[in-house]
């Protein structure tokens, strides 16, 4: 659902452009004060000083009118790397890692992601659906307008297709209120049916499962890792998604310096994520190549483990996206308030920069800088207004929701009341 829409008496703060924004250009935000922004049939019409609007254009049209009370408008936020569609929770592993169990100990004995890969085995299409649209609404609130969401709890073909279809359910649903993009993931983990045969079970998802998911996958991902999936099966796998058609992310890095960051760089891959050891030859020629670094703040802090460095990545002229990695067992949070108060304490990143992680770098994360990302003509109407008229308060108020209102498609699918005038 699409609608025409003024925002009047708002101010704006956004990165611009249509691809990502690369290495100190991220730290160049577009701010107009006195603005209004123009909204036609859920696209962008006019966004910028309100005695520059044509005055013709106002009355084009019937529009819903939203008064904005001076605060600030940033695009919707990007969640660019989540594992939304999953059965069961994991609690009593967060309990053991917080003992001291390490993430790897914890899948060796039958945790981690098997234990997960068993429980939505085991769901059924309408619990793992209602679970899915009890974060989605989480997500809203924060102001997230478009998620990134993962297959990867099945490792068969008729789980790994319930999970991929419900993520296209959830995009397709009446009124949905975010952009949902579709990854294929059944490289997460090595299934307890295929333990020590991992090339077997590559060739059965190249041969059985990449056929079939096309047309419901836009990215094909996988879990490059010591003792997972290394980099001569991760290479094989992801050239024969590429093949096929699929876009290529992966997994890389974030447990031992493997050479994932070097592997997606040779493969051309949209992102890869992860990346709390990558070399710095991966992150050199990552850059050379214009793959997104995506990093996960979340997943670190929860897991103890250092952040991601990237003010290298900033400084060797690279794109950086930051997402949240929700997901039932490394990190159960989807919080965007406590990625950014992470990225900009713990990481050294501007609030600048990290604006442009969680927005436009994070669209073109997922193939989609050329539509959203950013508040600018022609591009869709996806916005967060938050409850501030300045955005040193995101970092500022940590850990903390700033988000009054998230408008998608020019529909605004969140309002909280506000919590004073400032």
């Known amino acids: 659902m699409k609608q025409n829409r003024i925002i009047k008496n708002v101010k704006i703060a956004t990165p611009l452009g249509h691809s990502a924004v690369k290495g100190e250009a991220m730290g160049k935000i577009h701010y107009v004060d006195d603005a209004v922004i123009v909204i036609i049939d859920g696209i962008i019409e006019y966004a910028g000083a309100e005695k520059d609007c044509p005055a013709d254009l106002l009355a084009l049209h019937a529009y819903e009118y939203t008064d904005a009370g001076r605060r600030l408008a940033v695009p919707g936020f990007v969640d660019s790397h989540t594992h939304l569609i999953f059965g069961g929770f994991r609690p009593d592993e967060f309990s053991w890692r ?190 050379e190549e214009g793959v997104v670094a995506t990093l996960l703040p979340l997943t670190a802090f929860a897991l103890k483990e250092p952040f991601a460095p990237a003010r290298k990545f900033i400084e060797a002229g690279a794109a950086v996206a930051l997402a949240t990695d929700l997901n039932p067992g490394s990190c159960f949070s989807g919080s965007i308030p406590l990625t950014i108060a992470l990225a900009c304490i713990h990481m050294n990143m501007t609030i600048e920069e990290t604006l442009t992680a969680l927005t436009l770098n994070g669209a073109a994360a997922v193939g989609m800088a050329d539509s959203i990302g950013s508040i600018e003509k022609g591009k869709q109407a996806d916005i967060a207004i938050l409850e501030f008229d300045n955005l040193n308060y995101l970092p500022y108020y940590v850990g903390m929701n700033c988000v009054k209102t998230t408008i998608h498609n020019g529909r605004i699918v969140y309002d909280a009341k506000p919590i004073g005038n400032y």
Not at 173 to 190: Q, Y
Not at 195 to 213: A, C, N, W
Not at 238 to 256: N, P, T
Request: one cysteine or more; a negative charge.
């Open 98 to 287: 917080l003992k001291g169990d390490s993430y790897m100990s914890i899948m060796e004995r039958g945790g981690g992601i098997q234990s997960t890969v068993n429980s939505t085995r085991n769901a059924s299409a309408e619990e793992i659906s209602d679970k899915t649209r009890w974060l989605v609404d989480r997500m809203v609130e924060m102001g997230v307008t478009t998620v990134e969401a993962k297959s990867g709890y099945g490792l068969d073909v008729a789980t790994e297709r319930m999970q991929l279809e419900a993520i296209r359910n959830l995009q397709q649903s009446a009124g949905a209120p975010l952009n949902v993009v579709a990854t294929f993931l059944g490289a997460h983990a090595i299934p307890t049916e295929y333990k020590g045969r991992t090339s077997e079970y590559v060739d059965h998802i190249i041969e059985e499962m990449l056929p079939q998911f096309k047309d419901l996958a836009k990215f094909c991902d996988v879990f490059c890792e010591k003792n997972v999936f290394e980099l001569e099966d991760s290479r094989r796998l992801l050239s024969a998604a590429r093949d096929m058609g699929y876009d290529l992310k992966l997994h890389a890095d974030e447990i031992v310096t493997l050479g994932g960051g070097e592997l997606a760089a040779e493969l051309k891959a949209v992102s890869a994520d992860h990346l709390l050891h990558v070399s710095d030859e991966g992150i050199r020629r990552m850059a």
